[in-house]
C-alpha cells in the first residue's frame, strides 16, 4: 500500500479544514459531527482523527486558518507608519476573511461570548495569528506615544479584536440595520483610540480618571 506523502496529506488537511468550517457553520461546536465532517470532505469516518485530535482540536484550526489569512492580507498592504493606519488596515484585512466565512464566524463569536471558559481559551487561543499582529501595531505606538504605555499591549490587543467580534455581533443581530458591515473597521478603531468622550472632557495625564 502506498504511503501518503506529505503533500497529499496537507491536502487532506486542507479539505478536512474547509468541510469543517461549513459543518460547524451549519452545526455549531457542540452538535457537530466528526464522521459528518470526514464524509463530507470526501474521507472515511474517522480519518479526521488521523489529523486533529478532537473536534475541539479542528474547530481550533479552523479558527487559527482564518486568522492566519487575516493577519496575512494585513501584511500584503502598505500602510502609512501610524498605529490608526495599522489598525484599520487590520480591522479591514478581519473583515476581508470575515465576510469569506461569516457563518463560521458567527458561530466563532457565539462560542467566545457564550461565557464558559472552555470555549473562550480555545477562541482566543486560536486566534493568535492575528492577534499577534495586533499587538505589534499596538506596542509600536506605544513607542510613538501614540498609545497609553500602562496597559500590557496584550490585554489592548484583546479588547481591539473584542471590540471587532462585538461589533460584527451587533450587525448580525440588528439584521444588518446598524452597523453596516464596511462601517465596522472604522467604527472600532475610533471606538478604541478615541473613546465616546467630547474633546476636552479627558482628564490630563497625570490625573486619575
Not at 56 to 64: C, K, P, R, S, Y
Not at 94 to 115: G, P
Amino acid at each position: 500500500m502506498a504511503r501518503i506523502t506529505a503533500t497529499q496529506k496537507l491536502e487532506v488537511r486542507r479539505k478536512l479544514l474547509e468541510a469543517a468550517a461549513q459543518h460547524f457553520s451549519e452545526a455549531g461546536l457542540d452538535r457537530a459531527s466528526v464522521d459528518a465532517i470526514s464524509v463530507a470532505a470526501g474521507f472515511a469516518k474517522g480519518t479526521l482523527y488521523n489529523y486533529f485530535p478532537s473536534k475541539q482540536a479542528l474547530f481550533g484550526a479552523v479558527i487559527e486558518e482564518a486568522s492566519r489569512r487575516a493577519a496575512e492580507r494585513y501584511r500584503e498592504v502598505e500602510v502609512e507608519e501610524t498605529t490608526r493606519a495599522h489598525l484599520l488596515a487590520l480591522a479591514r484585512a478581519d473583515l476581508e476573511v470575515m465576510r469569506e466565512e461569516e457563518d463560521f464566524m458567527k458561530v466563532l463569536v457565539r462560542e467566545a461570548m457564550s461565557f464558559r471558559p472552555e470555549s473562550y481559551a480555545l477562541v482566543t487561543q486560536h486566534l493568535g495569528p492575528y492577534v499577534l499582529e495586533v499587538e505589534a501595531a499596538l506596542a509600536r505606538g506605544v513607542e510613538r506615544g501614540e498609545i497609553r504605555g500602562d496597559r500590557p499591549t496584550p490585554q489592548l490587543a484583546l479588547l481591539f479584536v473584542g471590540l471587532l467580534g462585538l461589533m460584527y455581533g451587533q450587525h448580525w443581530g440588528s439584521a444588518g440595520a446598524w452597523p453596516a458591515l464596511d462601517e465596522v473597521p472604522e467604527l472600532v478603531v475610533t471606538s478604541f483610540l478615541d473613546g465616546a468622550g467630547a474633546e476636552g472632557s479627558r482628564p490630563a495625564k497625570g490625573t486619575k480618571r
